[in-house]
């Protein structure tokens, strides 16, 4: 069956360092986005991707960078991770349509110490 | 800027009573209204959408109604049950070659057994 997969589900990091966090469709999806996810705050949209080599800032990329290479993967980089990123990030996909549904990976949860 | 407002935060109601989360977007171009569910620990999915030229969508004991002049979006779950507890979003699409999903801030729905 097709999917949508986060790796890794937990990290623990330090302030400074750089983090890359993967998501991986099976679906062939165009579309792909990333956000995360805050109490109080719902999901707010970091990146997006429409396509290979699309990229676009979403309300929160503020420290956040994404890259897409191919259709399957679209690669969330934290450039120098700061304790205001510790959040729980989801990657989602969806295909081309004005009303298709959006699939959610499982989630990576991020600690920055 | 594209912005989805959502009420209440939290809602605790008793086994069997309805419950209604209210959303309200900014984007008058939206067209596509998702509804998502998700359990403590768990990812989104999607539980009920409806599009613009629909005013009302009904599956089971769910419901959505939409007011396009008002810019309003209304979730119904009717003869709740303790399952139904969970943390619900509501969003709001173009389609119009902007698929990207902007979410309300969440709704916590406690079922009282």
């Known amino acids: 069956d097709a999917e949508i997969t986060q790796s890794p589900r937990h990290k623990i990091t330090e302030t400074g360092r750089q983090v890359t966090l993967a998501c991986h469709q099976t679906?062939?999806?165009?579309?792909m986005f990333w956000y995360r996810q805050d109490l109080g705050h719902g999901l707010r949209l970091i990146h997006y991707?429409?396509?290979?080599?699309?990229?676009n800032k979403g309300e929160v990329s503020d420290g956040y960078s994404v890259s897409r290479s191919n259709t399957e993967d679209l690669p969330l980089t934290l450039e120098s991770a700061a304790s205001s990123q510790t959040s729980v990030y989801f990657c989602a996909s969806r295909a081309q349509g004005a009303n298709t549904e959006a699939f959610f990976g499982q989630g990576t949860r991020l600690t920055v110490v | 800027g594209e912005n989805v407002e959502q009420h209440p935060s939290t809602l605790s109601v008793q086994e069997g009573d309805s419950a209604v989360i209210k959303c309200t977007y900014s984007d008058s171009a939206s067209n596509y209204f998702p509804w998502y569910k998700q359990e403590l620990g768990k990812r989104p999915q999607l539980i009920i959408d409806i599009r613009s030229n629909v005013g009302e969508k009904k599956d089971q004991r769910i419901a959505v109604t939409l007011n396009k002049t008002a810019k309003h979006f209304s979730l119904h779950i009717t003869e709740t049950q303790p399952e139904d507890s969970a943390v619900y979003f509501c969003?709001?699409?173009?389609?119009?070659?902007?698929?990207?999903?902007?979410f309300g801030s969440g709704t916590r729905l406690l079922v009282r057994p």
């Open positions: 969003a709001a699409s173009r389609g119009d070659s902007s698929y990207k999903l902007i």
């Open positions: 991707s429409y396509g290979v080599q699309d990229t």
């Open positions: 679906w062939n999806h165009n579309n």
